[in-house]
């Protein structure tokens, strides 16, 4: 297996069960060890994953368990203001340097994760995806397993990782909300690894194809249908070339 993930990449993952699909997305997460070969991140990379089943841990509002994600963003402040006294004492240039570079970054972060209107822009997708404005007060406990998946949705959705990677993220959406977010990935600037068995949905939001088959993973451009007449092409010409070779 050998491939790269690069800024707005919409990439379908596409295989038959047991293929390894889930084992890929857990390599990728760094949640389990290659068997060799190395699994290289940009530095300060930011991850997000949809599992096809999760229950919440602690039992929230939909919107507090939503906007959760400001956890993070309280925590990249108090970073950011550790690094400014850090910043003002400093002495050493390559030491200056090194903070200087966290800082921005730091600052690039706060900006992309929108700490201002985080609130509204909670609202905004729980609304995307199906809840009604009476709604956002609810308990999690309250929901089924199906709504308490958009609820982490929203969350991930909202948190938006460099890189998110969803299995089955149709698996409890209505066509509305389906549009809905075919619209938002289209739109977002984190890269996106889905799994799916959604036809259509994967021919409206990828724009390559991952295909693990036999325990490797073959890549091909273009949406889901596209990658059907590739790999028809493809098929062909192995078949040719083994009748020339006997």
Not at 3 to 11: A, L, S, T, Y
């Amino acid at each position: 297996v050998s491939f790269h993930i690069h800024p707005g990449d919409r990439i379908g993952v596409v295989g038959s069960n047991g293929a390894g699909k889930t084992t890929l997305f857990r390599i990728v997460l760094g949640d389990m060890a290659p068997d060799e070969g190395a699994v290289i991140r940009a530095k300060n990379l930011t991850l997000g994953y949809l599992p096809q089943q999760w229950r919440p841990s602690e039992d929230v509002t939909v919107l507090a368990h939503t906007q959760g994600v400001c956890a993070d963003i309280l925590a990249l402040r108090d970073e950011l203001a550790r690094l400014e006294s850090q910043l003002a004492e400093v002495r050493a240039p390559d030491a200056a340097q090194s903070l200087a570079e966290r800082h921005a970054v730091l600052l690039g972060r706060l900006e992309q994760i929108g700490a201002y209107d985080l609130e509204a822009r909670a609202r905004k997708i729980l609304m995307g995806l199906g809840f009604r404005p009476t709604e956002l007060d609810t308990p999690i406990s309250f929901l089924s397993g199906g709504w308490a998946m958009r609820v982490e949705l929203a969350r991930l959705l909202l948190a938006q990782p460099d890189v998110l990677l969803l299995d089955e993220p149709t698996n409890h959406l209505d066509l509305e909300s389906i549009l809905w977010l075919e619209s938002y990935l289209e739109e977002t600037s984190s890269a996106v690894l889905v799994v799916s068995h959604d036809r259509s949905f994967l021919n409206r939001v990828v724009r390559r194809i991952l295909e693990l088959e036999h325990g490797r993973v073959a890549s091909y451009q273009g949406n889901f249908d596209r990658y059907l007449e590739e790999k028809a092409v493809r098929r062909r010409i192995l078949e040719a070339a083994k009748e020339n070779q006997e």
